[in-house]
């Protein structure tokens, strides 16, 4: 079955980094672009980014253009969002999951940005 675990969640003050990763397995991980959601407390699961099944391409939110960055591993079936000038409103718990696809949703990583 598939399975999605998502890790490196954390607290960490405004302007600080964070590294996201998500291990994959029940699936053909080279078939599938891949993507971030996050969902902040009373607000809807959004997509923050995608990346296309070879690794080329990542699209992002514009709420995180220019401080996140998304890559994947096919060896290790794992993906990675690399998260640099955090906000508050960054805030969320955020999930990895193939992109368009809604189930089989992980456990998800807390997020939260504060000072």
């Known amino acids: 079955q598939v399975q999605l675990v998502e890790s490196g969640g954390g607290l960490v003050q405004p302007g600080g980094s964070l590294r996201l990763s998500c291990a994959a397995s029940g699936f053909t991980f080279s078939m599938y672009a891949m993507s971030w959601y996050r969902q902040a407390p009373g607000k809807e699961r959004e997509l923050v980014a995608t990346?296309?099944?070879?690794?080329?391409?990542?699209i992002y939110a514009d709420s995180v253009k220019g401080r996140f960055t998304i890559s994947r591993d096919g060896a290790e079936k794992k993906v990675y969002l690399q998260m640099n000038s955090l906000k508050p409103e960054d805030t969320a718990v955020y999930y990895c999951?193939?992109?368009?696809?809604?189930?089989?949703w992980g456990q998800g990583t807390q997020v939260t940005v504060s000072s």
């Open positions: 990346i296309t099944n070879g690794g080329s391409s990542g």
């Open positions: 999951n193939r992109w368009k696809i809604n189930r089989d």
